[in-house]
Nanobody
């Protein structure tokens, strides 16, 4: 059973910082890209940032220069969020493209962590 466990959400004032982390557990062969998505009330889920197994990154225009995605090993990804704005308020979801033995790559999602930025 593959699980993605997220932590680090919370309430912060505008201009503040938060760091999200996500760790993949379970029996896996490899993890390819990992990323963070978010969904605000009444809106569709959108990509925030993504990082490949080789370390290449891409960001939504709205977070460039403020958010940084990183990986410290094959199973954990972080999202450092600085200069937070009220419009960053959303549930943030971790995503990982996981390959298990005998199976092709599959996308897995975390349970989501709430980030609330007050003005």
């Amino acid at each position: 059973q593959v699980q993605l466990v997220e932590s680090g959400g919370g309430l912060v004032q505008a201009g503040g910082s938060l760091r999200l982390s996500c760790t993949v557990s379970g029996s896996i062969f490899s993890i390819n890209a990992m990323g963070w998505y978010r969904q605000a009330p009444g809106k569709q889920r959108e990509l925030v940032a993504r990082i490949s197994s080789g370390g290449s990154t891409n960001y939504a225009d709205s977070v460039k220069g403020r958010f940084t995605i990183s990986r410290d090993n094959a199973r954990t990804v972080y999202l450092q969020m600085n200069s937070l704005k009220p419009e960053d308020t959303a549930v943030y979801y971790c995503n990982a493209d996981v390959t298990r033995l005998g199976r092709g790559p599959e996308a897995y999602w975390g349970q989501g962590t709430q980030v609330t930025v007050s003005s």
